[in-house]
């Protein structure tokens, strides 16, 4: 089959021919429909997130079962799945208090790009290939945990709800699930690429009331005002906090931040009024230091992270797709291009100068 694959950091991915090998205990075969490219792909491919190499990129991937391992349950070959960025072992104590979200087998398989036994299914002759987060969804076809096929209704179009697979999940998710939030609640977005519009739309769909895209490409701030944003900053045109209070009065109720920089992860705490929290949601240099400033505890102002949307991807990721479908959730407005795999390199290029929000490989 063929796949994209990174031998290293800096360098462009390789459309190459592989083999796969087929499902082992507790896993499924699946042929791969379409797959976003998530900044997380990025960010591996320029050494931000580190993976052994080589390596089989992509994650947010959905396709149809061809086989199952032995011990699969639950599943049955011809079911259309989503593939979750959680592999929901359901042993660990995470699983066990119903945080699949923060599954103890997610640094495993992050880390060491590697299915549960610490192997790979991969090959290219004697060479042994990683696969990005135990799925490796840049190529034709995939081999995952069994607890990362999430199975989602028939009539669903894979070729868009692959988003779900992650941006989405992280996103809205956050604002859902992260985040308690009321209707009326002022809550600010900052970054608009797929991650940030997700949680601007979960933000809609709770209610809150300002909701502001913050973002410095007029592109996306447009793409936000139609996904529900009620106001829009251009963070390096105006002063970001003092537009803030012009619309809220005191700040916001909720902060997100999408980017993963220090400098908007300070902003999202900066532009919070008293009582407020900051809600990480993009990936930071993981070697950063954040300086907390003391002072504004006192405000009782929080801050806390989200890790894939505190998701519980059995239960969330078909309540996502069933949003989609009721057009409650918009996935096709987010979606600035379908692309050939071989095409992934130009897409890469167009994330680092920050065009669009979401490009998706299509296998068919």
């Not at 052994?52 to 079911?79: Q, R, W």
């Amino acid at each position: 089959m063929k796949a994209a694959v990174l031998r290293k950091v800096g360098e462009p991915l390789t459309i190459e021919d592989i083999e796969i090998m087929p499902p082992k205990e507790n896993e499924v075969l699946i042929k791969t429909v379409a797959s976003g490219i998530c900044h997380s792909d990025y960010s591996v491919a320029h050494g931000v997130l580190r993976s052994p190499m080589p390596v089989v990129l992509g994650h947010e991937g959905a396709g149809i079962i061809e086989a199952l391992g032995p011990g699969v349950t639950g599943l049955k070959v011809g079911d259309h799945v989503v593939c979750s960025l959680s592999p929901s072992c359901g042993k660990c104590v995470m699983c066990l208090e119903g945080r699949e979200y923060i599954c103890q087998e997610m640094s495993k398989v992050s880390s060491y790009a590697c299915m549960l036994d610490g192997t790979t299914r991969l090959r290219k002759g004697a060479e042994e290939l990683r696969q990005l987060c135990a799925i490796a969804s840049f190529a034709e076809k995939m081999v995952i945990p069994a607890g990362s096929a999430i199975k989602v209704r028939d009539d669903a179009p894979l070729e868009t709800v692959c988003l779900i697979g992650c941006g989405v999940t992280t996103g809205t998710g956050a604002a859902v699930n992260t985040a308690d939030i009321h209707p009326g609640d002022g809550v600010a977005v900052i970054g608009c690429g797929g991650v940030g519009l997700s949680i601007l739309q979960g933000a809609r769909i709770k209610g809150a009331n300002p909701l502001i895209a913050v973002d410095p490409v007029k592109e996306k701030r447009d793409l936000a005002m139609s996904l529900g944003a009620t106001h829009t900053i251009d963070p390096f045109n105006e002063n970001l906090e003092q537009r803030i209070k012009e619309i809220t009065g005191k700040g916001v109720h909720f902060a997100f931040e999408a980017l993963g920089t220090m400098r908007t992860i300070s902003d999202a705490y900066a532009i919070l009024r008293p009582t407020g929290e900051a809600i990480i949601v993009g990936m930071p240099n993981l070697k950063e230091v954040f300086e907390l400033p003391v002072a504004q505890l006192f405000a009782e102002k929080e801050f806390r992270g989200s890790v894939y949307g505190s998701s519980r991807p059995k239960r969330d990721l078909p309540m996502f797709v069933d949003w989609y479908m009721k057009g409650e959730l918009k996935l096709d407005e987010m979606i600035t291009k379908r692309i050939r795999l071989e095409d992934v390199n130009q897409a890469f290029e167009e994330m680092g100068r920050g065009e669009g929000a979401r490009s998706v490989i299509m296998f068919d």
